[in-house]
């Protein structure tokens, strides 16, 4: 799979540990997220975050992506893996987009391009879970197409609305 086929716009590649720094950045400046998500953004837990898979995926399922400009700025992050929770689904992880850019349609933007190369490679759903009263998520999500299962999973620390979008 190439990679530079998600996006039109950005440079497209996977996160390495070198990444950390900048993640971390795009992280922190993130308020409402984390305002939802009780931990807060931390070196060490975007490193495991880099490898972390669910049970029963290993390393060769997960894409941690990132989306930069020409300039090689980090303007958004996308933790993708496939065929999970069954197969010709893609879960999101996680997709966080730079604080200047949110509310301009780039992330509806880089996701319709995700969604063309998901489906591509064979995808024909994507789910995700969106922390229960994050409405600023959910209201993106359901603005690119996005609807809410009945289910709910217990996180950790929250509760997480199932949602999906067939392809």
Known sequence: MKLTDFSDTFHVRRLCPEDVENIYALCKANKTYYKYFKTAPTHENIMEDLSRTPPGKTADDKYFLGFFQKDQTLIAILDLIFDYPKPQVAYIGLFMLDVSEQGKGTGSNIMKGVFKQLANQGITCVRLGCIHGNV?????????GFYSLKEQLQAVDDQVDLMEKVL
């Open 136 to 144: 600023e998520a959910a209201s993106f999500w359901k603005h690119n």
